[in-house]
């Protein structure tokens, strides 16, 4: 399947996809020329509203991302000339390995040879200049339309043999999530963040202590209500709830950079000759995604932040299991699945302030809703050379 014709992102900048299959993208398309870099300006760290008001006053519609996709000249030129734009040929990516299965992620900044700053939830947020907002499920990882079939139609893929791959990974997520990551005990009491109910938690040590003997699930199974975020229900049952979370961040900070330690051995190997198939049927979609995940995840001041309808115990598997945790810290996983996308963006922005810089990454309408919603620029996602395109212009630091 060709390639869309011309598209934009949303600063502006133009790119003119290649002709030729996806399956060969890595031969048929072209990454932007690094000699136009001295005509482009980042945009502003501070203003986000002004220049979001300013996007989405210009296109006057959702941008249909899968046809054609213009930005209006009179938006923030990028150029030295005032409202021109830029057409770029997508190049050939640099000699690198971009097929390789797992990216490294060292402290390296790649643009001056210094160690990034390091970022936690304690002090780190207060040193945050922009935020990326990435959708999970076709953005940065193929898993729903597996099983849908949709992306074998769309690349020309062996339809069962995609099927497959797919309800083996969905196996593999909910195995996780069920025997590890207490998802029989949390389906119905599924929080939005992991921090939810950390209020509860009396800090007591989990090291020999039996979630197996607890109480919690037959209280849960005798009717023990859910109850959202900042609702209290029996003191002692939402201890325990808390427990559950701690135990899970524990484990996804234990194993994020291993995961098959976590699982028993035949598991284990069954996990990386099933993340190799997925890999060389997707044309490394997730690898590609992984790239400009670790040029956002090196860089100063800067943060990636998932946004994804899945539950948060689910998408906790899906981080683990596709090798995400190097550059999603457990802290900046939300699940949107009971209050919405733009309720979590609007969660994230009271979180990091409304002076820092944010950017949607995402495939679908209810992530570019929020983004408009919230003045946020909107990069969408829809083939692999927009992919490419978001790692050069975060290379060239356009973005």
Not at 154 to 166: E, H, I, M, S, W
Not at 271 to 290: F, G, H, S, Y
Request: proline residues 5%; charged residues 20%.
């Amino acid at each position: 399947m060709a390639y869309p014709g011309i598209w934009a992102n949303s600063y502006g900048q133009m790119y003119q996809g290649a002709p030729g299959n996806n399956n060969n993208y890595a031969q048929s398309s072209q990454y932007p020329p690094s000699a136009q870099t001295s005509q482009q300006a980042p945009i502003p760290a501070n203003g986000q509203a002004e220049y979001g008001a300013q996007y989405y006053a210009t296109q006057g519609h959702y941008p249909n991302y899968h046809n054609n996709y213009y930005v209006s000249s009179t938006q923030p030129a990028l150029t030295a000339t005032s409202g021109s734009q830029v057409t770029y040929q997508l190049q050939e990516p640099p000699n690198e390995a971009i097929g390789e299965i797992k990216y490294t992620i060292d402290d390296t900044d790649r643009r001056g040879g210094k160690k990034s700053k390091k970022r936690d939830t304690e002090n780190g947020d207060s040193e945050i200049e922009r935020v990326f907002i990435w959708d999970l499920d076709e953005t940065i990882i193929i898993f729903h339309s597996l099983l849908t079939s949709s992306y074998a139609q769309r690349y020309g893929k062996d339809t069962n043999a995609t099927l497959q791959l797919g309800l083996r990974m969905e196996e593999l997520i909910f195995n996780l999530a069920d025997n590890h990551l207490f998802f029989n005990d949390l389906e119905e009491c599924d929080q939005v963040h992991c921090d939810d109910v950390a209020a509860d938690d009396n800090g007591q040590d989990l090291a020999n202590y039996n979630f197996q003997t607890d109480g919690f699930r037959s209280a849960n199974a005798a009717g023990a209500i859910c109850l959202g975020p900042g609702v209290r229900g029996g003191v002692d049952w939402m201890r325990k709830l808390a427990f559950r979370y701690r135990r899970i961040k524990e484990l996804y900070d234990t194993f994020k950079d291993n995961i098959p330690e976590l699982l028993s051995s035949p598991v284990g190997e069954a996990w990386r000759q099933l993340r190799t198939e997925i890999d060389q049927n997707t044309d490394n979609w997730c690898a590609l995604a992984l790239k400009a995940l670790g040029l956002i995840h090196n860089r100063p001041g800067c943060v990636n932040i998932m946004v994804t309808t899945t539950q948060l115990v689910p998408a906790i598997a899906k981080c683990m299991l596709y090798e995400l945790g190097p550059v999603f810290n457990i802290d900046n996983v939300y699940s949107a699945t009971k209050i919405g996308k733009e309720s979590c963006f609007e969660r994230i922005i009271q979180r990091f302030g409304k002076n820092v810089t944010y950017v949607c990454v995402g495939d679908g309408r209810e992530e570019e809703i929020a983004a408009k919603t919230h003045n946020v620029p909107f990069w969408p996602i829809s083939t692999h050379n927009d992919l490419m395109a978001l790692h050069q212009a975060l290379e060239l630091e356009y973005l």
